[in-house]
């Protein structure tokens, strides 16, 4: 979600040599209707946020007649292993998206997905038309080749708890992201005077819970990358890790240090033990702040103290302040009605279908920007300005989840998580730690992307 001079996220559209994926498309002369009756299958995990769109078939189907849509779903832990198999059974599914493990990138390197760019072209597809900003559509792209057209859009926010910043007689935090004097050092500052340190669990209070971003991800935030600036021109592929280098070292302190050395952040013994009853730590009233993707807004009816959403403070790095989880719908390269699935994924992303699947989903947020005037309204108690304006910022300084662009993804976060569970629970200082991931994930990188 942003553009101009090339911001980052977009670096993905350059070129990516060496891999070759099949279109499933015809030429650009080709007239996307048919009068063909077939069926299309629409391939998603077994949950109410996704699984709505049965709802919406009845209303697709009377205005395309030809069509009939099928929902399949499963699992979310099964949805990647049973879209392999179907593939390999030569039964794919139409349209889906990486609503599993996988993220865009492991499927591009796989083949698995089509490039839309000449169905789009012969229907003279216009993302304003769909108030999908260009910079948007640009994250799904590959060599200028559409391959995914955006669906629903989080991003990173920041949350507070006002009874708490009321209590402590703190000013709330900014919604604009043109405000530079909300900074991380202001926030940690915020933090500590919203925390109180005690061994008591009931009494303990924290002020920050830093959930900006997967573990490898973070870094990114204060100027530091784990992975090689060339990862995202070779299929996020990464020819070097950077874990040894000082700045990731450093980035990796600052994170950790705001539970060990600053106490302003959560304990992983105190987060599991008030998520067990809130699900999440920030409903228990005892967290000030909480950078975490939007979805925590869904939430806002349980909150049981007064809430407001704010800009996520700028950073060392000036560039990225926002990680955006932008899902789109993909079309399978070994889909039978590559148009057929097509004029579905454009019925989707239409105003009126996402005004109402907000609703219907339970809040998806969606990529569509007159639809989602209808969502930043959608949460008791919270201004639908302020979050409009969080959004807005957040796309301009966003970077796209690495969970989307890097591949074999799933693994990776799983070493992350096993690696670093010692630092997280005190055992370990960073500097110990990170040899060992370095060595651990330049090993996995060889075995996964030859």
């Not at 070129?15 to 070759?20: E, N």
């Not at 994250?139 to 559409?146: C, F, L, P, Q, R």
């Not at 067990?276 to 975490?292: A, E, Y």
């Not at 004029?343 to 105003?351: F, G, Q, S, V």
Request: a neutral charge; aromatic letters at 12%; hydrophobic letters at 35%.
């Amino acid at each position: 979600m942003k553009q101009g001079k090339r911001k980052t996220i977009y670096a993905l559209s350059l070129t990516l040599a060496s891999v070759s994926v099949l279109s499933a498309c015809s030429d650009a002369n080709t007239n996307v209707k048919s009068n063909e009756q077939v069926t299309i299958t629409h391939y998603t995990i077994d949950s109410p946020d996704r699984t709505f769109v049965e709802k919406l078939v009845p209303d697709f189907e009377k205005k395309h007649p030809n069509i009939k849509v099928k929902v399949t779903k499963t699992p979310y832990e099964q949805f990647d292993s049973k879209l392999q198999s179907s593939i390999a059974a030569n039964n794919s599914p139409d349209v889906t998206s990486h609503w599993g493990y996988g993220g865009f990138m492991e499927y591009y390197n796989k083949g698995m997905i089509a490039d839309l760019s000449s169905i789009m072209q012969a229907d003279g597809f216009k993302a304003s038309e769909y108030n999908i900003p260009d910079d948007v559509m640009n994250i799904y792209k590959v060599d200028g080749k559409s391959y995914g057209i955006p669906l629903n859009s989080y991003v990173t926010v920041m949350l507070y708890n006002k009874d708490l910043f009321d209590k402590a007689g703190l000013a709330y935090p900014p919604t604009d992201y043109n405000d530079k004097s909300w900074t991380y050092d202001k926030m940690v500052e915020y933090a500590a005077k919203l925390t109180v340190d005690s061994k008591d669990m009931n009494k303990a209070q924290y002020g920050l819970d830093f959930g900006w971003g997967e573990r490898d991800q973070k870094p990114q935030y204060f100027g530091a990358n784990v992975y090689s600036d060339d990862t995202w021109k070779n299929g996020g592929k990464p020819s070097a890790i950077n874990l040894n280098k000082p700045e990731v070292i450093e980035a990796y302190k600052k994170i950790y240090g705001l539970i060990w050395d600053k106490k302003v952040s959560p304990t992983p013994a105190f987060s599991k033990s008030v998520s067990g009853q809130f699900g999440d730590p920030f409903l228990s009233g005892k967290i000030g702040m909480s950078v975490v993707g939007s979805w925590s807004l869904a939430a806002s009816s349980e909150f049981s103290f007064k809430v407001g959403v704010a800009a996520v403070p700028q950073g060392p790095n000036e560039k990225v302040r926002s990680v955006l989880y932008v899902d789109p719908l993909f079309v399978l390269k070994d889909s039978k009605h590559p148009k057929e699935a097509y004029e579905w994924i454009k019925y989707l992303i239409a105003t009126d279908v996402q005004e109402k699947s907000i609703e219907l989903s339970g809040g998806n947020p969606p990529v569509n920007q007159k639809a989602a005037e209808k969502y930043y309204a959608n949460f008791e108690g919270i201004d639908p300005k302020q979050i409009k304006k969080v959004y807005e910022g957040a796309y301009k300084n966003g970077f796209e989840s690495y969970n989307h662009m890097i591949s074999n993804y799933s693994q990776i976060n799983e070493l992350f998580i096993n690696e670093l569970a010692s630092v997280e629970n005190g055992d370990k200082k960073v500097e110990e730690a990170l040899p060992g991931i370095q060595d651990k994930l330049t090993k996995l990188l060889e075995r996964v992307n030859k």
